[in-house]
């Protein structure tokens, strides 16, 4: 599979974004699709996951009510919508796939495809 993610870009506090993340290569359907993020010299970040023709889209505490994940099966793609942007949501975003259980999405290694990243900046 591979992830191609766009979306990024400069927003004021306050606004939104959109990311998205087209899969190809290979069916989409039965994959976990999960969202990351990466800040200077922190840690890779779960956000949100959710399997294609399945369950979710779950949340970490850090985004909920803020960021919607949504998917077009059609498409192949899958969407993050990102409101009420902080600065402290600056970062690079990553989507990625993987066949995996509920309990292992907020795990890094449980996902094998990773798409390139979109710079996110959120400017106070």
């Known amino acids: 599979v591979q992830l191609q993610a766009s979306g990024g870009g400069l927003a004021q506090a306050g606004g939104s974004l959109r990311l998205s993340c087209a899969a190809s290569?290979?069916?989409?359907?039965?994959?976990?699709i999960g969202w990351f993020r990466q800040a200077p010299e922190k840690d890779r970040e779960w956000l949100a996951a959710?399997?294609?023709?399945?369950?979710?889209?779950y949340y970490a505490n850090a985004v909920k009510g803020r960021f919607t994940m949504s998917r077009d099966n059609t498409k192949s793609t899958v969407y993050l919508q990102m409101d009420s942007l902080k600065p402290e949501d600056t970062a690079v975003y990553y989507c990625?796939?993987?066949?995996?259980?509920?309990?292992?999405?907020?795990?890094?290694?449980?996902?094998?495809?990773w798409g390139q990243g979109t710079q996110v900046t959120v400017s106070s």
């Open positions: 990625a796939a993987g066949n995996l259980i509920l309990s292992s999405i907020r795990n890094i290694g449980s996902y094998a495809y």
């Open positions: 290569g290979r069916t989409f359907s039965g994959y976990v």
């Open positions: 959710t399997r294609v023709n399945g369950w979710g889209p």
